[in-house]
């Protein structure tokens, strides 16, 4: 990546750099980069990649967020969720799932899934939690996000109760699949996560996939935080899961009288 600069010569006819012009050090400036088209492929996937879209990603490189890039990156995954928000989500009550904890995790789950138990296979719903399991995910900020949002989403509709620390990309499809279902909260400046440098150099949102989106929305509240609502409403996600239900039992009854039918005749042969 190499801008292109302004440049003279002086009276000896050795090529330099033009001066600075005199001004307020924040403004903005154009930058203009040629690049081979091969590069710049390479810099739409490493973009897509780190969940940015090209002008995201640049603008963080050249702010300087290069200085984090392990943050962003699949080399190091177990960046762990701050203390403030565990504390202020600790509202909605005792945590009973971690299903990606590490060894330096500080979420105060009751049961955990570590990177051996393979969270993204095994079932959120555990008998000792009862009908419904409370679980927070801060997941790996790399290639395997989208499942993991994939899996809350599934977990949720098969009775588990999801809050989910997420990376604000609303460009996203897996962005868009969460807020199908579930509320977002838009936090407001940047999350420093434990054990991190500084603050992240991206937005951040907690997911909550449940029933109780207006206790959610006041802990959102107390934080300053914008609240995205689901997409498809409780009530009408509750009248789709009713008409699932009865298009399955409808399905099994078909499916036994047929099996009734297919008994009679084996019997009367």
């Known amino acids: 990546m190499r801008p292109l600069v302004c440049t003279d010569k002086n009276d000896a006819g050795v090529r330099r750099r033009s001066r600075r012009r005199k001004g307020p050090s924040n403004r903005s400036e154009r930058v203009e980069l040629r690049v081979e088209p091969l590069e710049l492929a390479s810099w739409v996937a490493a973009a897509s990649g780190e969940h940015f879209s090209l002008s995201d990603w640049m603008r963080d490189k050249c702010n300087g967020a290069a200085r984090l890039a392990p943050l962003l990156s699949s080399e190091r995954e177990d960046w762990n969720t701050p203390p403030e928000l565990l504390a202020r989500f600790a509202a909605l009550g005792p945590i009973d799932l971690d299903p990606c904890t590490n060894a330096t995790s500080i979420v105060p ?122 997409v498809i409403s409780p009530v009408d996600q509750a009248r789709q899961n009713r008409a699932r239900i009865a298009r399955t039992l409808a399905k099994l009854s078909r499916r036994a009288v047929q099996n009734g039918t297919s008994a009679s005749a084996c019997s009367s042969s």
């Open 109 to 230: 789950a009751r049961r955990v899934y570590t990177e051996d138990d393979d969270g993204l296979a095994r079932s959120w719903l555990p008998l000792a939690f009862g009908p419904r399991a409370f679980v927070w995910c801060n997941p790996p900020y790399s290639a395997s996000l989208p499942d993991w949002v994939l899996k809350a989403c599934a977990e949720y509709e098969r009775g588990a109760e999801v809050l989910m620390l997420v990376p604000a990309r609303t460009d996203t499809h897996w962005f868009a699949s969460l807020n199908l279902l579930g509320s977002i909260a838009l936090l407001r400046g940047r999350v420093r996560f434990l054990g991190a440098p500084s603050g992240a150099p991206f937005p951040s949102a907690v997911g909550y996939l449940g029933d109780r989106h207006e206790a959610f929305r006041r802990v959102a509240a107390t934080m300053r935080a914008a609240v995205l609502p689901p």
